[in-house]
Structures are given as C-alpha cells and as structure tokens.
C-alpha cells in the first residue's frame, strides 16, 4: 500500500449474474447520502486507456475478435496493463485524497478467469498484479455469490436461446459470455478458494433467492463492523 494513503478501498467480486455491479452503486449511493467522497470505478476500462483494452480482452465488433483474441497468457498481461493505468490514474490519487474508492472487479478477477479457469500459474498471476498494482490491497472485498447454477441463470436473460431472448439494446455477447458452463464452474470454485485463502479481507455473500436490500444492509453492517465508517465504532 502505498504511502500517503487516506481513503477506504472496497472491491466488488463475482460471476456474471451475482448482482455486484448492482451492489457496488448502491453502497457508492448509501456513502454519499452521508457525505462522504465517492469514486466509483470498475475492471477492465475505468480509464481511456482502459477502454481500449476492454474491447480487446472482451472481443467486441473487430477487437480482439478472431486471429486478434489474446490467449489466456496475453489476457492476463492485457488486463494488468489496465490494472497498472487504473491505480496510478484513478484509485491511488482518490484513496490519497481520502476518498472511498469503490470498485467492480480487481486483482481477484485475475487469480480466478486466468488463474483458476483458465489454467494459468497462480503464483505467477499474483507476481504480475503485486507488481502492477505496486501492491495496492482492498480493505474489503463482498464476493457476491449467486450458487453454483446462478451464474448461468444470471446470464439467460441476456443472452437465451436465440435473439428473441436478448433485451433491446444489450450488447453482443463478449469472449467471456460465450464461454460454456465447465469455465463458469471452475469460476465459481476459484472465488470460494478465494476468499478461503483470505477470509480476513474476503466476505463471501450468498445472493441466491435474497431480497436485495437484505444483501445490500449485510454489505453496510460489515463495513461498520469493521469500524471503515467514521463515526461509527464496531457493531
């Protein structure tokens, strides 16, 4: 962590369909209805340089589509580049100038899609995020879980059996959508080894069948559990 550090820095992790980007702004809302000083922000693309990157790594239109898709290797180089340009320009200054930066997706979502699904040297993963990342950690990550078929259930609406299933003006499916449902398994098993490899930083979140509000006062109390809000000591 670097030096100079202020703010607070909360992650949001999980499959497609877990509900973490829904999540992540309604607590970046709660925060600022106290006052504080919020900046939202997300992986792959919270920066312009970022953007760029994601529409390769998720193989939109002409972007790493076809011979252009990066194998697993370059994925996950491609996506620590937009890690490195995102904490320098983005969550380091905000977090220096005491802001709670609340991001979707982080160094997590390495270890599992390249790590754990993709087959890749963990260790070798967590060598090149320690490094882009200059060793920036979360204070608390919420893995949302939606169960071991949630995921794909998430998914279906988007993207069902041919386009009269796909809502107007979704995007195309990416690389990672169109992946089949042994990825998404072995997705699923690389967060649970996640956060029981971290249980201090990592609080897993059941969100199957949940009210929302339910899963959204589990996130606050643990964050004043914790005691990260000012002016509110451990419950």
Known sequence: MGSGRRGTFITFEGPDGSGKTTHAHALARTLRGRGLQVVETYEPGGTPLGAHLREILLGR????????????????????????????????????EGAWVICDRYVDSSLVYQGYAADLDLEHVRWVNRWATRGLVPDLTFLLDPGPSGALAGRAPRHGAGPQHTRPGTPPPDRFEDRGDAFWQRVREGYLAVWRDEPDRVHRIETAGRDPQAVAREILDLIVSRGLLPGEGRA
Do not use: T, Y
């Not at 194998?71 to 580049?81: D, G, K, R």
């Not at 995102?86 to 220096?96: F, S």
């Open 61 to 96: 239109g002409q972007a790493g589509a076809g011979d252009l898709a990066p194998v697993p290797m370059a994925e996950m180089l491609l996506l620590a580049a937009d890690r490195a340009q995102h904490v320098e320009r983005v969550i380091r200054p905000a977090l220096e």
